[in-house]
């Protein structure tokens, strides 16, 4: 009998290694296929997942509630699982090169518990070689098996998009790879079970593995040819985003936007194929060039932002800025890697210290990752300035009057207000001076 009959007829386990944003909604889909072991290192998300708490927002409580996946940060219990699939970040480090601690520590990890006839996907993003050149070799060293003998290798990036409750994990197409044929059918196999797009076999984990980096770099470059037109429109005063909607009348349009690119996918993948291309002695021309656009459209915005200030004579020490939105995207509570703190950071150089209001976002990662203490929309007043960052479901439900209340009256100056995602009519706010990207 194989592996995939055997879970599927619940005579063996799955375990998800990381249970963030990625490994629950995988976990959740699989558990209600087969027998799921969800395993993370962080003590405090295992609790509140048994207390029925999804932190991440994607699967919601009533899921983590009703599912028969077993939580738990004891290493042991993956010896449990015969099909392992490794699901944690890989960020990059301060000078933009990959860094692979979360996976290399998974791996030794799930090394010390591998037993024989196992099946081991990874889909962290990585550049295209790690899982053969580092991953492997780790789980045969902390495991003392041999890949290809005792165990297989493959790899299935992910794909999901947080926040997004139309493309979900199940009818996204899946990339599934193999270190041979047999492991790659099972690795197929076993993940339509819940993949209802069905899966897509590619004939090596190198061409997986590059897949996932390319189709976000694809992503970050035609995003930061929309934020370059939207710098140069700006200098023209000519509406960038009408310049789009002209531009989406033709059949072949993209359909691209400009804005803040952050986050923990096309704000890091693009680096991962750079880094992996210069050791190899080519140096990367579009797709940096990308990156070096996306990446300073914070302090852009920031630079705008104090322009504004200075016409409309606010002094750099009284002006009273707020900031909606401090999370990467839309409708999800992850701050990780939100450029919004670029335009936070270029208002600190120049003595403006403005105040952050976001329901969605985690308090206390916002605390802990930059500082930020979050205040409740209802106690903004006294503005000078407006600045819309993300937009929020919550962000888009205000009406004129809640965003007229929120300003001075003293009737010197239109409100400014700085609409980056066009959230707002604009032919509505004739008493204010907007900008946007």
Same mark, same amino acid.
């Given at each position: ?183 790659? #059918? ?8 819940? $993949? &209802? *797009?069905?899966?897509? =076999?590619? /004939? @090596?984990? +190198? ?26 429109? #700006? ?8 310049? $789009? &909607? *002209?531009?989406?009348? =033709?059949? /072949? @349009?993209? +359909? ?36 070096? $656009? ?144």
């Amino acid at each position: 009998m194989s592996l995939f009959e055997k879970i599927k007829n619940k005579n063996e386990q799955i375990s998800v290694i990381g249970l963030g944003y990625v490994g629950m909604p995988i976990g959740i889909a699989f558990a209600k296929k087969a027998s799921v072991i969800g395993f993370d290192t962080n003590q405090k998300k295992i609790e509140m997942y048994g207390m029925g708490l999804d932190p991440t927002e994607e699967v919601g409580n009533k899921e983590i509630v009703n599912t028969s996946m077993k939580f738990t940060s004891d290493e042991r219990a993956l010896k449990g699982a015969k099909f392992h699939i490794v699901a944690v970040p890989t960020p990059i480090n301060l000078d933009k090169t990959p860094n692979l601690y979360p996976v290399e520590e998974a791996s030794k990890i799930l090394g010390r518990n591998l037993t024989p006839g196992s099946i081991v996907v990874y889909e962290s993003t990585v550049y295209p070689g790690v899982t053969e050149d580092v991953c492997i070799p780790l789980l045969e060293k902390h495991s003392g098996l041999k890949c290809g003998k005792d165990f297989k290798v493959g790899y299935s990036p992910e794909r999901i998009n947080p926040g997004d409750k139309v493309h979900r994990l199940e009818n996204i197409i899946k990339i599934v790879s193999g270190i041979d044929e047999e492991s790659l #059918d099972e690795i197929a196999n076993i993940y339509e079970l819940i $993949i &209802e *797009a069905g899966v897509h =076999k590619v /004939n @090596s984990i +190198k061409v997986a593995e590059a897949a996932k980096v390319v189709e976000n770099s694809q992503r970050d470059i035609n995003i930061a040819f929309m934020n370059e037109l939207a710098m140069v429109f #700006d200098r023209m005063s000519i509406d960038t985003n009408e310049v $789009i &909607e *002209a531009m989406n009348t =033709k059949w /072949n @349009s993209l +359909k691209f936007y400009p804005g803040l690119v952050g986050g923990h996918c096309i704000g890091v993948d693009p680096y991962y194929f750079i880094y992996e291309a210069e050791k190899l002695g080519y140096h990367s021309q579009i797709i940096l060039a990308g990156r070096k $656009i996306n990446d300073g459209m914070g302090r852009f915005i920031g630079e705008n932002i104090i322009k504004k200030l200075v016409l409309a004579n606010k002094g750099m020490d009284s002006a009273k800025v707020a900031i909606f939105g401090l999370t990467f995207k839309e409708n999800t509570p992850d701050t990780r890697n939100s450029k919004v703190i670029d335009i936070i950071d270029t208002l600190l150089e120049y003595g403006i210290r403005p105040i952050v209001v976001d329901p969605v976002a985690d308090k206390e990662e916002a605390k802990r990752e930059y500082g930020i203490d979050l205040i409740d929309i209802c106690d903004i007043d006294e503005l000078d300035c407006a600045v819309i960052a993300v937009a929020h479901n919550e962000f888009k439900k205000i009406k004129l009057s809640q965003l007229d209340s929120f300003f001075k009256d003293d009737g010197s100056n239109k409100k400014i207000l700085f609409d980056i995602k066009h959230i707002f009519d604009k032919n509505s706010l004739n008493n204010y001076d907007v900008w946007s990207l």
